[in-house]
């Protein structure tokens, strides 16, 4: 067993949660557009100013819901069945910024400005069943365009 299990606390809370990542947490995990991540990095880096933390000691990541086919139609597409198969409502899909309906080349643009902020770790959420296509175009497609970046 390793010494440390490395602990991930997920959100962004700019009182609670993120001030308890500064204390205790060796990754930290939220959605969202750039802008609002990188508003939630600078809370987190003061927090972790108040607390005696080097912030560089917390890996940031950031998770969305990924459907990659060539088009943002397709892609809606079979996130509409995904969600019609785990029943979940299409209202709770549209209310988020943590679903990406993308085409590879416009995940890897994203991907590549959260890159910029100093994001490097995306964790994307896939639904049973699993859709291979996403994550074949993930690794296949867009994984090379963002590690040229």
């Known amino acids: ?53 080097n912030p560089a000691a917390i890996e940031r990541t950031i998770s969305g819901k990924l459907f990659l086919r060539s088009t943002e139609k397709e892609a809606r ?15 709770d899909v549209e209310d988020g910024d943590d679903f990406w309906f993308d085409t ?17 770790t995306f964790i994307p959420e896939i639904p049973a069943p699993y859709d291979e296509e996403t994550l074949e175009r993930l690794i296949g497609e867009v994984k090379p365009i963002v590690d040229q970046g």
């Open 1 to 53: 067993m390793q010494p440390h299990l490395p602990l991930m606390i997920g959100g962004s809370g700019e009182r609670k949660t993120l001030r308890t990542v500064a204390k205790y947490a060796d990754m930290w995990n939220m959605t969202g557009p750039v802008d609002k991540v990188q508003h939630k990095m600078e809370v987190l880096d003061q927090h972790c100013a108040d607390v005696g933390r």
């Open 77 to 91: 597409e079979v996130c509409a069945r995904a969600m019609d198969m785990n029943r979940t409502p299409m209202s």
């Open 104 to 120: 590879p080349e416009r995940t890897a643009e994203r991907l590549l400005e959260y890159k910029q902020i100093g994001i490097h």
